[in-house]
Protein backbone atom coordinates (compact mmCIF):
# COMPACT_ATOMS: atom_id res chain seq x y z
CA UNK A 1 0.00 0.00 0.00
CA UNK A 2 1.21 3.56 -1.23
CA UNK A 3 1.31 5.39 2.47
CA UNK A 4 1.44 8.42 0.55
CA UNK A 5 -1.91 8.41 -1.67
CA UNK A 6 -4.61 9.81 0.32
CA UNK A 7 -8.33 8.63 -0.20
CA UNK A 8 -10.75 11.48 -0.73
CA UNK A 9 -14.09 10.68 0.97
CA UNK A 10 -17.43 12.38 0.25
CA UNK A 11 -18.28 15.61 2.89
CA UNK A 12 -21.15 14.23 4.96
CA UNK A 13 -23.98 17.24 4.59
CA UNK A 14 -23.98 19.43 7.99
CA UNK A 15 -26.06 19.07 10.40
CA UNK A 16 -26.21 21.41 13.62
CA UNK A 17 -24.37 20.45 16.70
CA UNK A 18 -27.50 18.92 19.53
CA UNK A 19 -26.68 22.43 21.51
CA UNK A 20 -27.33 24.58 18.21
CA UNK A 21 -30.80 22.51 17.08
CA UNK A 22 -31.68 22.89 21.04
CA UNK A 23 -31.46 26.77 20.58
CA UNK A 24 -33.08 26.89 17.24
CA UNK A 25 -36.13 24.64 18.13
CA UNK A 26 -36.30 26.77 21.79
CA UNK A 27 -36.48 29.79 19.78
CA UNK A 28 -39.11 28.74 17.30
CA UNK A 29 -41.07 26.68 20.28
CA UNK A 30 -40.45 28.40 23.29
CA UNK A 31 -43.51 27.21 24.94
CA UNK A 32 -43.32 23.35 24.10
CA UNK A 33 -39.37 23.86 24.68
CA UNK A 34 -39.39 25.89 27.76
CA UNK A 35 -35.35 26.34 27.75
CA UNK A 36 -32.34 27.59 26.10
CA UNK A 37 -30.21 24.70 26.67
CA UNK A 38 -30.25 20.94 27.05
CA UNK A 39 -30.20 19.88 30.43
CA UNK A 40 -26.67 19.35 31.96
CA UNK A 41 -24.99 16.27 32.42
CA UNK A 42 -25.33 17.18 36.56
CA UNK A 43 -29.25 17.27 36.31
CA UNK A 44 -29.40 14.18 33.95
CA UNK A 45 -27.38 12.28 36.54
CA UNK A 46 -29.72 13.70 39.38
CA UNK A 47 -32.68 13.03 37.35
CA UNK A 48 -31.73 9.14 36.71
CA UNK A 49 -30.99 8.72 40.49
CA UNK A 50 -33.99 5.88 41.25
CA UNK A 51 -32.68 4.24 38.27
CA UNK A 52 -29.27 3.61 39.40
CA UNK A 53 -30.53 2.82 42.99
CA UNK A 54 -33.15 0.28 42.23
CA UNK A 55 -32.22 -3.32 42.86
CA UNK A 56 -30.50 -4.41 39.63
CA UNK A 57 -31.89 -8.03 39.78
CA UNK A 58 -34.95 -6.73 39.23
CA UNK A 59 -35.51 -5.48 35.66
CA UNK A 60 -37.09 -2.52 35.09
CA UNK A 61 -39.41 -0.34 32.76
CA UNK A 62 -38.24 3.39 32.59
CA UNK A 63 -40.32 6.09 31.13
CA UNK A 64 -38.59 9.58 29.78
CA UNK A 65 -41.20 12.26 28.83
CA UNK A 66 -39.44 15.29 26.76
CA UNK A 67 -36.25 13.55 25.61
CA UNK A 68 -35.65 16.57 23.59
CA UNK A 69 -31.72 16.03 22.59
CA UNK A 70 -31.36 13.01 24.28
CA UNK A 71 -29.06 14.34 27.27
CA UNK A 72 -30.96 12.94 30.11
CA UNK A 73 -31.11 9.95 27.56
CA UNK A 74 -28.07 9.37 27.52
CA UNK A 75 -27.48 9.25 31.24
CA UNK A 76 -30.54 6.74 31.94
CA UNK A 77 -29.02 4.62 28.58
CA UNK A 78 -25.94 3.87 30.59
CA UNK A 79 -28.04 2.52 33.54
CA UNK A 80 -30.42 0.23 32.10
CA UNK A 81 -29.19 -3.53 31.61
CA UNK A 82 -29.84 -6.34 29.11
CA UNK A 83 -33.08 -6.69 30.54
CA UNK A 84 -34.77 -3.70 31.23
CA UNK A 85 -36.99 -1.17 28.83
CA UNK A 86 -36.45 2.35 28.15
CA UNK A 87 -39.23 3.67 26.52
CA UNK A 88 -38.56 7.67 25.40
CA UNK A 89 -41.43 9.98 24.31
CA UNK A 90 -40.54 12.93 22.25
CA UNK A 91 -43.20 14.97 20.01
CA UNK A 92 -40.76 17.50 18.00
CA UNK A 93 -39.66 16.26 15.25
CA UNK A 94 -36.20 17.61 15.30
CA UNK A 95 -35.54 16.05 18.28
CA UNK A 96 -36.74 13.04 16.96
CA UNK A 97 -34.61 12.96 14.06
CA UNK A 98 -31.43 13.97 16.40
CA UNK A 99 -32.29 11.01 18.71
CA UNK A 100 -32.94 8.38 16.06
CA UNK A 101 -29.42 9.24 14.35
CA UNK A 102 -27.91 9.08 18.10
CA UNK A 103 -28.81 5.75 18.59
CA UNK A 104 -27.03 4.88 15.97
CA UNK A 105 -23.55 6.53 16.59
CA UNK A 106 -23.51 7.53 19.63
CA UNK A 107 -21.68 5.28 22.37
CA UNK A 108 -24.20 5.68 25.09
CA UNK A 109 -27.14 5.08 23.30
CA UNK A 110 -26.18 2.51 20.62
CA UNK A 111 -24.93 0.38 23.43
CA UNK A 112 -28.05 0.59 25.03
CA UNK A 113 -30.29 0.71 21.03
CA UNK A 114 -32.56 -2.72 22.15
CA UNK A 115 -33.50 -1.88 25.36
CA UNK A 116 -34.66 1.69 23.76
CA UNK A 117 -38.08 2.46 22.18
CA UNK A 118 -38.43 5.80 20.80
CA UNK A 119 -42.24 6.94 20.67
CA UNK A 120 -42.66 10.39 18.64
CA UNK A 121 -45.73 11.67 19.93
CA UNK A 122 -46.94 13.60 22.48
CA UNK A 123 -47.60 12.08 26.08
CA UNK A 124 -51.20 13.28 26.35
CA UNK A 125 -51.82 11.08 23.68
CA UNK A 126 -49.68 8.19 24.26
CA UNK A 127 -51.67 5.04 25.98
CA UNK A 128 -50.18 4.43 29.59
CA UNK A 129 -51.13 1.19 30.94
CA UNK A 130 -51.64 1.22 34.67
CA UNK A 131 -48.64 0.39 36.73
CA UNK A 132 -46.45 -0.54 33.74
CA UNK A 133 -43.36 1.51 34.88
CA UNK A 134 -41.16 1.41 37.96
CA UNK A 135 -39.03 4.67 37.15
CA UNK A 136 -40.45 7.82 35.03
CA UNK A 137 -38.28 10.65 34.33
CA UNK A 138 -40.13 13.34 33.13
CA UNK A 139 -37.95 16.73 31.69
CA UNK A 140 -41.61 18.41 30.08
CA UNK A 141 -41.90 22.17 30.64
CA UNK A 142 -44.80 22.18 33.17
CA UNK A 143 -44.21 26.19 34.03
CA UNK A 144 -45.77 26.58 30.41
CA UNK A 145 -48.56 24.48 30.41
CA UNK A 146 -51.79 25.42 31.60
CA UNK A 147 -53.07 24.39 35.18
CA UNK A 148 -54.96 21.91 34.33
CA UNK A 149 -53.07 19.83 31.84
CA UNK A 150 -49.96 19.66 34.21
CA UNK A 151 -52.60 18.08 37.00
CA UNK A 152 -54.16 16.06 34.69
CA UNK A 153 -50.24 14.93 33.44
CA UNK A 154 -49.43 14.07 37.05
CA UNK A 155 -51.74 11.63 37.28
CA UNK A 156 -51.01 9.91 34.24
CA UNK A 157 -47.37 9.25 35.32
CA UNK A 158 -48.48 8.38 39.12
CA UNK A 159 -51.33 6.10 37.42
CA UNK A 160 -48.43 4.21 35.14
CA UNK A 161 -46.21 3.93 37.75
CA UNK A 162 -45.93 0.54 39.66
CA UNK A 163 -46.59 0.44 43.34
CA UNK A 164 -43.83 2.51 45.11
CA UNK A 165 -41.94 3.60 41.49
CA UNK A 166 -40.57 6.90 41.42
CA UNK A 167 -41.35 10.17 39.56
CA UNK A 168 -38.61 12.13 39.07
CA UNK A 169 -38.71 15.73 37.87
CA UNK A 170 -37.43 19.43 37.30
CA UNK A 171 -38.50 23.01 38.16
CA UNK A 172 -35.90 25.51 36.76
CA UNK A 173 -35.32 27.86 39.77
CA UNK A 174 -36.23 31.66 39.89
CA UNK A 175 -38.56 31.33 37.22
CA UNK A 176 -41.53 33.04 39.35
CA UNK A 177 -39.73 36.05 40.22
CA UNK A 178 -38.84 36.62 36.33
CA UNK A 179 -42.36 36.02 35.22
CA UNK A 180 -43.36 38.40 38.25
CA UNK A 181 -41.36 41.50 36.76
CA UNK A 182 -41.84 40.73 33.20
CA UNK A 183 -45.04 38.98 32.31
CA UNK A 184 -48.57 40.65 32.09
CA UNK A 185 -51.15 39.80 35.09
CA UNK A 186 -52.94 36.67 33.43
CA UNK A 187 -49.62 34.77 33.22
CA UNK A 188 -48.43 35.49 36.92
CA UNK A 189 -52.08 34.48 37.62
CA UNK A 190 -51.38 31.25 35.15
CA UNK A 191 -48.00 30.54 36.94
CA UNK A 192 -48.83 30.85 40.50
CA UNK A 193 -51.47 28.02 39.80
CA UNK A 194 -49.10 25.82 38.47
CA UNK A 195 -46.83 26.40 41.03
CA UNK A 196 -49.54 25.33 43.31
CA UNK A 197 -50.71 22.08 41.73
CA UNK A 198 -47.11 20.89 41.40
CA UNK A 199 -46.71 21.78 45.34
CA UNK A 200 -49.80 20.14 46.21
CA UNK A 201 -48.45 16.75 44.95
CA UNK A 202 -45.24 17.22 46.15
CA UNK A 203 -46.30 17.58 49.53
CA UNK A 204 -48.62 14.24 49.05
CA UNK A 205 -46.19 12.34 47.42
CA UNK A 206 -42.72 13.47 47.32
CA UNK A 207 -39.79 12.17 49.04
CA UNK A 208 -37.07 13.72 47.94
CA UNK A 209 -35.50 17.02 46.48
CA UNK A 210 -32.06 18.14 45.62
CA UNK A 211 -30.81 21.74 43.65
CA UNK A 212 -28.50 21.09 41.13
CA UNK A 213 -26.41 23.93 40.74
CA UNK A 214 -24.62 23.33 37.34
CA UNK A 215 -27.32 23.67 34.91
CA UNK A 216 -28.67 26.74 32.80
CA UNK A 217 -30.57 27.74 34.41
CA UNK A 218 -30.61 26.27 38.07
CA UNK A 219 -32.62 23.59 38.17
CA UNK A 220 -34.94 21.88 41.37
CA UNK A 221 -35.00 18.02 41.35
CA UNK A 222 -38.42 16.85 43.17
CA UNK A 223 -38.81 12.75 43.57
CA UNK A 224 -42.49 11.91 43.63
CA UNK A 225 -43.38 8.48 44.73
CA UNK A 226 -46.40 6.28 43.78
CA UNK A 227 -48.43 5.17 46.79
CA UNK A 228 -48.93 1.18 47.41
CA UNK A 229 -52.22 -0.16 46.76
CA UNK A 230 -54.42 -0.15 49.73
CA UNK A 231 -55.25 -3.24 50.99
CA UNK A 232 -58.17 -4.52 52.99
CA UNK A 233 -58.05 -5.22 56.51
CA UNK A 234 -58.99 -8.83 57.53
CA UNK A 235 -62.22 -9.74 58.22
CA UNK A 236 -62.69 -9.72 61.91
CA UNK A 237 -64.05 -13.67 63.40
CA UNK A 238 -67.74 -14.18 63.54
CA UNK A 239 -68.55 -14.43 67.12
CA UNK A 240 -69.55 -17.83 68.59
CA UNK A 241 -72.71 -18.22 70.56
Not at 33 to 52: D, F, H, M, Q, Y
Not at 55 to 69: D, Q, R, W
Not at 79 to 90: F, H, K, N, R, T
Not at 232 to 238: D, F, I, N, R
Amino acid sequence: MDLTQTTHRPSAPWRPSAGLAFLQEATRTQRLTGAIAPSSRRLATRLAVPLRERKPSNPAAILEVGAGTGTVTRALARLVGPADQLDVVEVNPSFVRILTESMETDPDLAGAAPQIRLVPESITDMHLAPHSYDVIVSCLPFANFEPDVVASIFERYLSALTPGGHLTYFRYLGTQVARTVFSRRTEITRHRAVTAVMEDYEHRYGVHRATVWGNLPPAQVQTLRAPAPRTTPPAAPAATA
